[in-house]
């Protein structure tokens, strides 16, 4: 705060604080989950909570009818703070299946995607539509192929061709199941 006070000419980091929190109470800042200190400055402000678009199963329908209405399960209420999200427009949730992911993500635990058809880093757990089915896996690609790991070392590692696969969205974070 100190040093926004120096930049800014404001006199204390108290006056700083107030506006920081007032911009973050109307939705033009995020501050970020793993550093309170750093903030995201938002084009448009952001509700605290909305409603995103639960989707069916991660191992049920077809790829081109997985984000459709006719798959839509339900909308659910989700703080925009809590997960850190900036544009809710490209967030929507499915239900996992299985035990491949455990013991992060378990039978039923509703997980959270980013819409988008890539993955930016290495490793990043993805819903991917591969031979029909949408799996949420680690995604790893390769040149001409991609790898779809699990993190239950109890299932092997597959290797895909890239034209087998689509990316439906990254995961941002998963609501467990008690």
Not at 6 to 23: E, I, M, P, W, Y
Not at 36 to 44: I, W, Y
């Amino acid at each position: 705060m100190w040093q926004i006070s120096r930049d800014t000419g404001l006199n204390n980091a108290q006056t700083v604080s107030h506006h920081l929190k007032q911009l973050e109470k109307h939705g033009y800042l995020r501050r970020s989950a793993s550093d309170p200190n750093n903030f995201e400055v938002l084009k448009d402000p952001v509700e605290d909570l909305v409603y995103i678009n639960q989707y069916g199963f991660a191992q049920c329908g077809h790829w081109s009818e997985f984000l459709s209405e006719g798959n839509l399960d339900d909308k659910i209420a989700i703080s925009t703070k809590l997960f850190g999200v900036s544009n809710p427009k490209n967030l929507f949730a499915t239900r996992a299946k299985g035990d491949s992911m455990a013991p992060y993500i378990l039978e039923n635990d509703l997980v959270l995607f980013n819409k988008q058809d890539d993955t930016s880093n290495a490793g990043e757990i993805s819903l991917v539509i591969e031979s029909g089915k949408p799996k949420i896996k680690k995604v790893y690609k390769e040149k001409g192929s991609v790898i779809l790991e699990s993190i239950n070392p109890a299932f092997k590692p597959e290797k895909i061709k890239s034209s087998h696969i689509r990316i439906l969205g990254v995961a941002k974070g998963v609501i467990h199941q008690f």
